[in-house]
């Protein structure tokens, strides 16, 4: 099954352009910080353009570009990892009950989730890090608790429609207890979709700690790709390299989390065989 899935999202373009992106950009993050020096580390020379002397130019301090890239993208992918995880857990929990047990706490979850989807959840991110101040567990945080209901709600249908298979009234009859029909029967069946919007849930993730990080809400004591877009806003005129290197950095992984999620979507969906979009 694995095999054949990896062969499906092979002839999917899409989903091999998303993972060859995202591979990249997990790639620096993780051994990036490795093989560079220290992001704060001050050079001799400020604002050398980009070029042979230094590849990605300099800051106003003289701190190379490369590296602090370099280690912004472990900072900015771990944001959006482990947004998007917390969102998928507390999603499948929340869902999983509510399709399962049905009736008042159906009704109770999803008005609850329909309140989160209702309200601007970027301007609701602004409010509570503003109030409790920028830091990057709390900015994980925030995401993840304002990104659960849509995960939810997926779970919950998945959980609709499957609860009333032959194998699930089969494992029932045979004794099996609630917990077993839920995370043995259930569950792994309604994960596929669930995977598909988790690595949206992670683009989506990435983009908002970035807008945060621009408008001074990030975490001041960590390189993210959003804060060195902050940092570069009074010098757009004199360095344009501080500003451009990290939008792209942020538009090709966003991109590539999207792509990725679209071919995970041809892949996991049994309706899209045959598609290689």
């Given amino acids: 099954m694995i095999a054949q899935n990896w062969l499906r999202l092979l002839r999917s373009r899409s989903g091999m352009v998303g993972f060859v992106l995202v591979l990249m950009a997990t790639l620096i993050g993780i051994f990036g910080p ?15 353009s980009p070029g042979a002397s230094c590849l990605l130019g300099t ?15 472990r900072v900015s992918l771990l944001v ?11 999603g499948i929990v929340i869902g999983s009950i509510s399709g399962f047990v ?14 989160f ?13 503003a109030l409790f101040g920028p830091s990057l567990t709390k900015i994980v945080l925030v995401i993840g608790i304002l990104s659960w209901a849509d995960t939810a709600r997926i779970v919950r249908a998945e959980f609709l429609k499957l609860r009333g298979q032959d194998y699930v009234v ?4 045979a004794g099996a207890s609630r917990a077993a029909l839920i995370f043995s029967e259930i569950l792994p069946n309604a994960l596929p979709p669930v995977i598909v919007t988790a690595s949206l849930q992670i683009a989506s993730a990435i983009l908002t700690e970035a807008s945060l990080s621009f408008l001074g809400l990030g975490d001041p004591d960590q390189v993210s790709w959003g804060q060195l877009l902050f940092a570069a806003q009074p010098f757009l005129n004199q360095a ?7 939008g792209i950095a942020i538009l090709v992984t966003t991109l590539g989390f999207n792509l990725l999620g679209d071919g995970l979507n041809d892949v996991l969906d049994p309706r899209q065989k045959g598609s290689t979009r």
Avoid: N, Y
Wanted: proline share 4%; charged share 15%.
């Fill in 34 to 48: 490795m093989l560079t020096g220290s992001p704060t580390q001050i050079g001799a020379e400020a604002f050398c």
């Fill in 170 to 173: 089969a494992a029932q009859l």
């Fill in 80 to 90: 959006g990892f482990a947004a998007a995880a917390f969102a998928s857990v507390l």
């Fill in 102 to 115: 049905g009736g008042k706490v159906d009704e109770l979850f999803m008005r609850i989730a329909e309140a």
């Fill in 240 to 246: 344009w390299w501080m500003a451009i290197f990290p």
């Fill in 59 to 73: 800051d106003d301090l003289g701190r190379d570009m490369f590296v602090r890239m370099a280690h912004g993208a």
């Fill in 117 to 129: 989807q209702v309200v601007p959840q970027f301007f609701l991110a602004i409010l509570i890090v």
